[in-house]
């Protein structure tokens, strides 16, 4: 890989944004992903190269999330590096001039209101080649329904933050089940199991984001 991608991917890896960024601190008034993104568009990189990149960089970040050397604050600080450079790269994406692995769309269901984890999976997901529909959170079934409608093929992904709002999480995989039985399901969230995944008939559990890639990339294969 170029080193103008190399320089990507670790600003991916290690949450370097942009220049301005003052984390991490090794890296203080150096370009982030953000210049770096764009330079290389504008030096003539592929746009599916660039994502190649930054896909290296997230999956840096995904093993060490997984082994437990990094924790969810630099998760954070690397998405919304990934999030900056990928800014760059949608009109690409929306030209049809660089192709998507497929759709995801991902949303914490009816009267949950937390994000964190969902944002978190969001950005990992969209980093890895797909297009991520964000339908935020406190989402219905029937707004579930609509995106599936608009999206033939789509995989959807849903979270649930609390005890509480997990037979919402239920609810909504049978109303899509009823509409249309054979789509792709994926739950999580801090009380979701991969046992309560089996009970509500949904297709995926995984605790982090790393285990939702690699599950999309084999239905993508």
């Not at 599916?48 to 630099?74: C, H, W, Y």
């Not at 001039?97 to 944002?119: E, M, S, W, Y």
């Amino acid at each position: 890989m170029e080193e103008i991608l190399n320089n990507l991917a670790r600003c991916i890896e290690f949450g370097k944004t942009d220049k301005a960024s003052a984390w991490p601190p090794d890296m203080k008034e150096q370009d982030g992903a953000d210049e770096i993104a764009l330079r290389a568009l504008e030096e003539g990189h592929p746009p599916d190269r660039i994502l190649e990149a930054l896909i290296t960089g997230m999956e840096a970040v995904g093993r060490k999330f997984s082994e437990n050397k990094i924790f969810v604050p630099q998760m954070l600080m690397s998405a919304k590096a990934m999030k900056a450079a990928m800014a760059h790269l949608k009109p690409a994406f929306e030209s049809g001039t660089a192709r998507r692995k497929g759709t995801f769309v991902i949303g914490t269901v009816q009267g949950d209101l937390h994000d964190i984890g969902k944002n978190i999976v969001a950005m990992y997901i969209e980093g890895n080649g797909y297009e991520v529909v964000d339908l935020g959170v406190d989402v219905k079934p029937e707004q579930f329904l609509a995106e599936i409608g608009k999206r033939p093929g789509c995989v959807v992904g849903m979270s649930a933050l609390l005890t509480t709002t997990m037979i919402n999480m239920k609810r909504t995989v049978e109303v899509i089940r009823d509409a249309y039985p054979d789509q792709v399901i994926c739950v999580g969230g801090a009380p979701v199991t991969e046992k309560f995944c089996r009970d509500i008939n949904a297709d995926f559990y995984s605790p982090g984001p790393q285990g939702a890639v690699t599950f999309l990339n084999k239905l993508a294969s």
